[in-house]
């Protein structure tokens, strides 16, 4: 299962979800390489995200199947101009289905109120959300999100979405919420493949983690809706990659080094500030991007030093003015702490400061 984190305020909405690479049981090698986006802008005054299985296989008269992808045809057939309530054709998609357990969280505005729920194929058996479907308010802000190891854990998700907001004192504000929302995004995704959690019961457990890739973000900004807010990297040049060509999505060195994922995604917040349709959120994006550089700090996953280096790379590259980070003083005691002496010294050799410039 992916996961799905929308939100509405009174001025913005938002919808984002992990982007993964491949399709099929990575458990048993079976899969297939496959960018399969989750977070869809059909109109300029809907968004959606889908979770859940939108694929099944028909079976044919010599032995073999053939595959339908329903998620595909619903993307390519609301976004048709001659669908004009967006909501009503997803609803009458979804309850046609019979084959799929697929799941749609929404966001759309109408008469300038932003409107926030989700659609299920196990809506037609029940009034209630399917089971995975959490909701949180924040004062004026909403937030409806699936809860990816419901089954074992079903405050997996809240629980982080709590301990970010709180450790970091966010607002309801635009710039906060995008910050959260990445940030329970990036969570989730490093638990890397086996997550640790507590299930219902009170005993500890181990699930197998099918949150990956990367997160694409879409924001309805309420003064200026016909700019498309996409925040984004596209990866669809090499489908056996991850990280622009850099390294294999499956590999260890991504399980075992965060900063790889966190360096990727402060790349594409930083590439996707300079594109034309960001001008509405530009502001917003540069604070996003202040706090995602500090919070990177704060884990350790990067010396200052290189991070600074980082930093004076971005500024000239995109013109930007990010302050440096201060670096602390160390006396002859303290040995320097450097980006080498965090990971395995296996892959000392692997992930330097030039390996981490080639994402931006």
């Not at 989750?38 to 199947?65: C, N, Q, T």
């Not at 998609?93 to 749609?104: E, G, N």
């Not at 604070?287 to 930093?311: A, C, G, P, S, Y």
């Amino acid at each position: 299962m992916t996961l799905i984190i929308g939100c509405i305020a009174p001025d913005f909405g938002i919808i984002a979800g992990d982007t993964q690479l491949s399709i099929g049981d990575l458990n048993r090698g079976n899969f297939k390489r496959r960018t399969q986006l989750k977070v869809f802008r059909p109109s300029k005054d809907f968004l959606l995200g889908i979770l859940g299985r939108w694929s099944f296989y028909h079976p044919k008269e010599d032995g073999s199947a053939d595959r339908y992808d329903e998620d595909e045809l619903l993307f390519r057939k609301i976004s048709s101009f001659n669908v004009k309530d967006k909501l009503e054709y997803l609803q009458k998609f979804i309850s046609a289905r019979d084959k799929i357990d697929a799941t749609a969280i929404y966001v759309k505005v109408d008469k300038k109120n932003f409107e926030i729920g989700s659609v299920s194929t196990s809506d037609k058996n029940s009034k209630d959300e399917h089971p995975c479907i959490s909701n949180l308010s924040f004062d004026d802000v909403q937030f409806k999100f699936n809860e990816c190891f419901y089954k074992a854990q079903s405050n997996f998700v809240e629980t982080i979405i709590y301990q970010i907001k709180n450790d970091y004192k966010l607002t309801n504000s635009l710039e906060d919420s995008l910050f959260l929302i990445n940030n329970v995004m990036l969570e989730v995704i490093c638990q890397g493949r086996n997550v640790d959690v507590k299930h219902d019961n009170g005993e500890d457990g181990t699930v197998t983690n099918s949150v990956g890739g990367y997160i694409t973000i879409q924001v309805l900004n309420l003064n200026q809706l016909a700019t498309p807010n996409n925040l984004s990297l596209t990866y669809s040049s090499d489908y056996n990659c991850l990280l622009d060509k850099l390294t294999n999505p499956f590999s260890k060195l991504v399980d075992i080094s965060l900063s790889i994922r966190y360096i990727d995604n402060l790349a594409m917040l930083v590439k996707s500030i300079n594109s034309p349709f960001q001008k509405n959120i530009y502001d917003s994006l540069i604070i996003v991007i202040k706090k995602q550089i500090h919070l990177i700090i704060e884990k350790d996953l990067i010396d200052r030093n290189d991070m600074n280096e980082i930093i004076k790379f971005i500024n000239a590259k995109y013109d930007l003015k990010f302050d440096l980070i201060e670096v602390e003083q160390q006396n002859e005691n303290q040995s320097e702490v450097t980006l080498e002496v965090l990971l395995p010294d296996e892959n000392n050799d692997l992930i330097d400061l030039k390996y981490l410039l080639k994402f931006f």
